[in-house]
C-alpha cells in the first residue's frame, strides 16, 4: 500500500502539490489522472524520493522510501524510459539494478522475457526506440518482484499491440494483490485499465473513487431514441413526465428513462421507433467536467484571436 499525507511541495512562490492525501490500496489498477501542471509527475518523484516535500509524507508500506534497504524488491517505478544508461547493453543496465539490491542475476532473463526484449538484451538501449525504452523501463520496475508498481504515462511510445500487452500486465499483476498505480494522458487507455482514480487539479485532491462513480457524478447519461411519428412521440414523452431535448438527425434526448421504459412506452402508443439506444458519457468526458476549472494551460481554438 501507498499511503500519501498531507504532501506539498513549493518551487518558491509557487505551489506545485498542496496538501495532498489519499491512499492506493493492492489488488486494484489506479489511475493518476490531472491536467497538465497538475503536479502528478511532482508527486510520484516525492513517492521515490527524487524530490524532497514541503510537507507531509509518504509510506511505502508504512515505511519511508528511504528506510528501504533494498527499494526495488518494495517498490518498482517507470518515470522516465529514457533514464537508462544508453552506453549499456539492456542486460547490463538490469544487472547493475540487480545488483545494487541484492536481486539473482537469473531474474534478469526472466524480466526481459517478459517485457519481450530477450532479443536485443545484448543490444545497447541508445539504438532502441521509444517503445523499446519503454519494455526495458518496465522490466527494470519489475526486477525486484516488488508488491507495489508505479508507472508514469507507461503506453507512451508502444504500438497496439504493446499496449494491449501493459493493460493485462497491469491488469495481472493487480489480481495477484499487488499495488498498481498508473499515470497516463490516455484517457480511452485508462478507461479499459483502471479500477480507482485519483484526480488532481493544482496540486490538490479533486476525486477518490471508483471508476464507474466517477464518470457517473460527473458526466451525463441518456437515452436517444428516433421515430418517424415524431411530434406524436414528443407528446407521448411529455405525457409521460419526461423532458426531450432536440438532437441532431431527428433525434431526441432523454435524461432520466431507461431505454426499457421508452420502449415499452412507445410500444403501448403505437409508436415506431427508428433508433433507441443509450448514450453513456466517456471518462475523458467525466475528467473533462471535473477538472475545467483546474486547467492551466488552455488552448484556443482556431479562428480564434492571438
Given at each position: 500500500?501507498?499511503?500519501?499525507?498531507?504532501?506539498?511541495?513549493?518551487?518558491?512562490?509557487?505551489?506545485?502539490?498542496?496538501?495532498?492525501?489519499?491512499?492506493?490500496r493492492?489488488?486494484v489498477?489506479?489511475?493518476f489522472?490531472?491536467?497538465?501542471?497538475?503536479?502528478?509527475?511532482?508527486?510520484?518523484?516525492?513517492?521515490?524520493?527524487?524530490?524532497?516535500?514541503?510537507?507531509?509524507?509518504?509510506r511505502?508500506?508504512g515505511?519511508h522510501?528511504?528506510?528501504?534497504?533494498?527499494?526495488l524488491?518494495?517498490?518498482g517505478?517507470?518515470?522516465e524510459a529514457?533514464?537508462?544508461?544508453?552506453?549499456?547493453?539492456?542486460a547490463?543496465?538490469?544487472r547493475?539494478?540487480?545488483?545494487?539490491n541484492?536481486?539473482?542475476?537469473s531474474?534478469?532473463a526472466e524480466?526481459l522475457?517478459?517485457?519481450?526484449?530477450?532479443?536485443?538484451?545484448?543490444?545497447?538501449?541508445?539504438?532502441?526506440?521509444l517503445?523499446?525504452?519503454?519494455?526495458?523501463?518496465?522490466?527494470?520496475?519489475?526486477?525486484?518482484?516488488?508488491?507495489?508498481?508505479?508507472?508514469?504515462?507507461p503506453?507512451?511510445?508502444?504500438?497496439p499491440?504493446?499496449?494491449?500487452?501493459?493493460?493485462?500486465?497491469m491488469?495481472?499483476?493487480?489480481?495477484?494483490?499487488r499495488?498498481?498505480?498508473?499515470?497516463?494522458?490516455l484517457?480511452?487507455?485508462?478507461?479499459?485499465?483502471?479500477?480507482?482514480?485519483?484526480?488532481?487539479?493544482?496540486g490538490?485532491?479533486l476525486?477518490?473513487?471508483?471508476?464507474?462513480?466517477?464518470?457517473?457524478?460527473?458526466?451525463?447519461?441518456?437515452a436517444?431514441v428516433r421515430?418517424?411519428?415524431r411530434?406524436?412521440?414528443?407528446?407521448?414523452?411529455?405525457?409521460?413526465?419526461f423532458?426531450?431535448l432536440?438532437?441532431?438527425?431527428?433525434?431526441?434526448?432523454?435524461?432520466?428513462?431507461?431505454?426499457?421504459?421508452?420502449?415499452?412506452?412507445?410500444?403501448?402508443?403505437?409508436?415506431?421507433?427508428?433508433e433507441l439506444?443509450?448514450?453513456?458519457?466517456?471518462?475523458?468526458?467525466?475528467?473533462?467536467r471535473?477538472?475545467?476549472?483546474?486547467?492551466?494551460?488552455?488552448?484556443?481554438?482556431?479562428?480564434?484571436g492571438?
Open positions: 500500500m501507498i499511503e500519501v499525507e498531507g504532501l506539498t511541495k513549493h518551487f518558491g512562490r509557487k505551489v506545485a502539490v498542496d496538501h495532498l492525501s489519499f491512499q492506493v493492492p489488488g489498477v489506479t489511475g489522472l490531472g491536467p497538465n501542471g497538475a503536479g502528478k509527475s511532482t508527486t510520484m518523484r516525492m513517492m521515490l524520493d527524487l524530490d524532497n516535500p514541503t510537507g507531509g509524507s509518504v511505502i508500506d515505511r522510501y528511504r528506510e528501504l534497504a533494498e527499494p524488491k518494495h517498490i517505478a517507470l518515470l529514457r533514464s537508462v544508461h544508453g552506453g549499456r547493453s539492456a547490463n543496465n538490469l547493475c539494478l540487480a545488483q545494487s541484492r536481486i539473482p542475476e531474474r534478469i524480466v522475457d517478459v517485457v519481450g526484449l530477450t532479443a536485443v538484451a545484448r543490444r545497447k538501449p541508445k539504438g532502441f526506440s517503445g523499446m525504452g519503454q519494455r526495458l523501463g518496465i522490466a527494470a520496475a519489475l526486477l525486484g518482484d516488488p508488491k507495489i508498481l508505479m508507472f508514469d504515462e503506453v507512451n511510445g508502444l504500438d499491440e504493446g499496449i494491449h500487452w501493459i493493460r493485462n500486465l491488469k495481472a499483476l493487480a489480481h495477484e494483490g499495488t498498481i498505480f498508473v499515470s497516463s494522458h484517457m480511452s487507455e485508462m478507461a479499459l485499465t483502471a479500477d480507482h482514480l485519483i484526480v488532481i487539479g493544482q490538490r485532491l476525486a477518490n473513487t471508483s471508476m464507474a462513480d466517477f464518470i457517473h457524478a460527473n458526466s451525463r447519461s441518456y436517444r421515430s418517424p411519428q411530434e406524436e412521440l414528443k407528446d407521448m414523452l411529455h405525457g409521460a413526465g423532458r426531450a432536440d438532437a441532431g438527425g431527428g433525434g431526441l434526448e432523454i435524461d432520466g428513462a431507461t431505454t426499457e421504459e421508452l420502449g415499452e412506452l412507445a410500444a403501448r402508443h403505437g409508436i415506431v421507433l427508428h439506444s443509450d448514450r453513456r458519457a466517456s471518462l475523458e468526458e467525466a475528467f473533462m471535473m477538472t475545467a476549472e483546474s486547467v492551466e494551460y488552455h488552448s484556443r481554438g482556431a479562428g480564434e492571438a
